[in-house]
């Protein structure tokens, strides 16, 4: 089992940024691609962004890209988000998600949750 604890979240104005992370227990999460998804009210929950197990390879929605950064610490078994120009639209619960080795870019891929944490962009 791996238990994943999501932080950094809040409320910032338009343009501006936030750092989430992930803090994974449990298991040691180096042999596990990580990511992380995001749902807006009354929205399915969608992909943000994933990074396998060495940091090699990332990859984005096309709705954050060059905007949002995806990055892990496997000694720390931390992983997060760097979200600069941060837009209304933007506004959701973040999970951070993980799954054993394979790559992943739908919920129903994902093996373990976050509790998620809030972000809310104003204009």
């Known amino acids: 089992q791996v238990q994943l604890v999501e932080s950094g979240g809040g409320l910032v104005q338009a343009g501006g940024s936030l750092r989430l992370s992930c803090a994974a227990s449990g298991r040691t999460i180096s042999n596990y691609v990580m990511g992380w998804f995001r749902q807006a009210p009354g929205k399915e929950r969608e992909f943000v962004a994933a990074?396998?197990?060495?940091?090699?390879?990332?990859s984005y929605a096309d709705s954050v890209k060059g905007r949002f950064t995806i990055s892990r610490d496997n000694a720390k078994n931390t992983v997060n988000l760097q979200m600069n120009s941060l837009r209304p639209e933007d506004t959701a619960i973040y999970y951070c998600?993980?799954?054993?080795?394979?790559?992943?870019?739908?919920?129903?891929?994902?093996?373990?949750w976050g509790q998620g944490t809030q972000v809310a962009v104003s204009s």
């Open positions: 998600a993980a799954k054993y080795w394979l790559l992943f870019t739908s919920p129903s891929e994902v093996s373990y």
């Open positions: 990074i396998n197990w060495s940091g090699g390879s990332t």
